[in-house]
Structure formats: C-alpha cells, structure tokens
C-alpha cells in the first residue's frame, strides 16, 4: 500500500477540504398555488406536479 514520503501540513490538508461545504437547497415557485418548492419534486402544498395533481392533499379542520 502507498504511504505519503513527506508530511502534509495541517495548511495544505485544509486547504484541500475548504472547497467541500453544504450548498442551499434551489427554491422555485409552483406555477399553480405559487408556493415555494423544489424543482423535479411535487408541490407539497397543492399536490400538482408538471400541471397534474399527482398527491391529494387533505384540507385540515
């Protein structure tokens, strides 16, 4: 198995993972309630995806 000849100093190590963060979740608006929702996914608040109701939703009381 490889081993490293030279030690990577703690700058040079951080240095490589600082690229890997969390990114924020993409946001758009349904075109029907105009709720925000994910992309690709269905609407949570009116059940439609690409102008079909593909979940049905309950009304709460």
């Avoid at 700058?11 to 929702?37: F, G, Q, W």
């Avoid at 994910?38 to 079909?52: E, W």
């Avoid at 049905?56 to 009381?61: A, T």
């Amino acid at each position: 198995m490889a081993n490293p000849k030279h030690k990577i100093s703690k700058s040079r190590r951080d240095k490589r993972r600082a690229n890997y963060k969390a990114a924020m979740p993409t946001i758009v608006l349904c075109p029907k309630c105009h709720e925000p929702k994910r992309p690709h996914y269905a609407c949570l608040a009116c059940g439609t995806y690409k102008g079909r109701e593909v979940v049905e939703i309950k009304l709460q009381k």
